[in-house]
Antibody, heavy 117, light 107 residues
Framework: QVQLVQSGSEVKKPGASVKVSCKASGYTFISYGISWARQAPGQGLEWMGWISANTGTTNYIQKLQGRVTMTTDTSASTAYMELRSLRSDDTAVYYC??????????WGQGTLVTVSS | DIQMTQSPSSLSASVGDRVTITCRASQSISTYLNWYQQKPGKAPRLLIYAASTLQSGVPSRFSGSGSGTDFSLTVSSLQPEDFATYYCHQSYSSPRTFGQGTRVEVK
């Protein structure tokens, strides 16, 4: 069965970086993309961007350009999302999701990133 | 960016009620519209894709309709496990935006 398992919670200071991993299993990793989304406490979902697991092509939302990098390790069927220069408003649960180009059909369990001094 | 507007933002309903949530796109997105259900502390779950196609394993009481700019999600007979927040999501163009969510609460 398809599973996406994310790394554990993180607490970071403002200005630091965080790297969240998302290990995929149960399907051919390079046949799909991975999208990342986040959800601030009590708020809705925000789509952050996408990476093709096959080519490594990325597409990020404008507000995160320059601070976010999405990568994949195809040998480990794992996707990564690194966010730099963290601010308090980056505090959120971060999700990865399998992306079949038109919908996000399987999601990871979420990773809480807390940014606090 | 395409803006997705859901209504209502929240609603109160009883078990057995028929519930409809609407989603409007700021420009035409054909049928590139998906619906997700999210329960507290859990990841979203895909319910409907391509506006009206039921994801495998989703109960048939859920249905979706619409095209262009106006879409709806209907639950024909609300069950206890359906109390949750629902999000629409357009996959027509990047950035692939979500609606703000509709919380379905117990009346």
């Amino acid at each position: 069965q398809v599973q996406l398992v994310q790394s554990g919670s993180e607490v970071k200071k403002p200005g630091a970086s965080v790297k969240v991993s998302c290990k995929a299993s149960g399907y051919t990793f390079i046949s799909y993309g991975i999208s990342w989304a986040r959800q601030a406490p009590g708020q809705g979902l925000e789509w952050m961007g996408w990476i093709s697991a096959n080519t490594g092509t990325t597409n990020y939302i404008q507000k995160l350009q320059g601070r976010v990098t999405m990568t994949t390790d195809t040998s480990a069927s794992t996707a990564y999302m690194e966010l730099r220069s963290l601010r308090s408003d980056d505090t959120a649960v971060y999700y990865c999701a399998r992306d079949d180009w038109t919908n996000l059909d399987y999601w990871g369990q979420g990773t809480l990133v807390t940014v606090s001094s | 960016d395409i803006q997705m507007t859901q209504s209502p933002s929240s609603l109160s309903a009883s078990v057995g009620d028929r519930v409809t949530i609407t989603c409007r796109a700021s420009q035409s997105i054909s049928t590139y519209l998906n619906w997700y259900q999210q329960k507290p502390g859990k990841a979203p779950r895909l319910l409907i894709y391509a506006a009206s196609t039921l994801q495998s394993g989703v109960p048939s009481r859920f249905s979706g309709s619409g095209s262009g700019t106006d879409f709806s999600l209907t639950v024909s007979s609300l069950q206890p496990e359906d109390f949750a927040t629902y999000y629409c999501h357009q996959s027509y163009s990047s950035p692939r935006t979500f609606g703000q969510g509709t919380r379905v609460e117990v009346k």
